[in-house]
């Protein structure tokens, strides 16, 4: 998470909250596969700090649900050739 614009009294007024991953996968042949993922989101900061949290707390679980899946339609590519 962090700020990524600022108001005139220098408050932050916009987050971006973003996931990296990166895997590597070796297989029996000791093949070696890598790959990175990315996703990442904008939202605006609020001034209930309560109501905020939990708002984060949801988009970094939407954030884990959505890379988790990429990384398994990944496997599953190498998995079919």
Same mark, same amino acid.
């Given at each position: 998470?962090k700020?990524?614009?600022?108001? &005139?009294?220098?408050n932050?007024? +916009? *987050? !971006?909250m973003?996931?990296?991953?990166?895997i &590597?996968?070796i297989?029996?042949?000791?093949?070696?596969?890598?790959?990175?993922?990315?996703?990442?989101?904008t939202?605006? +900061?609020?001034s209930? &700090?309560?109501e !905020? !949290?939990n *708002?984060?707390?949801?988009? &970094?679980n939407?954030?884990?649900i959505?890379?988790?899946?990429?990384?398994? !339609?990944?496997i +599953?590519s190498? +998995?079919?050739?």
């Amino acid at each position: 998470k962090k700020g990524i614009t600022k108001d &005139k009294a220098n408050n932050i007024t +916009n *987050y !971006l909250m973003q996931i990296d991953v990166d895997i &590597k996968i070796i297989n029996f042949e000791k093949n070696k596969i890598e790959k990175s993922f990315t996703s990442n989101f904008t939202y605006n +900061n609020q001034s209930d &700090k309560f109501e !905020l !949290l939990n *708002y984060e707390k949801s988009i &970094k679980n939407d954030l884990i649900i959505k890379v988790s899946n990429e990384i398994l !339609l990944f496997i +599953n590519s190498i +998995n079919d050739n």
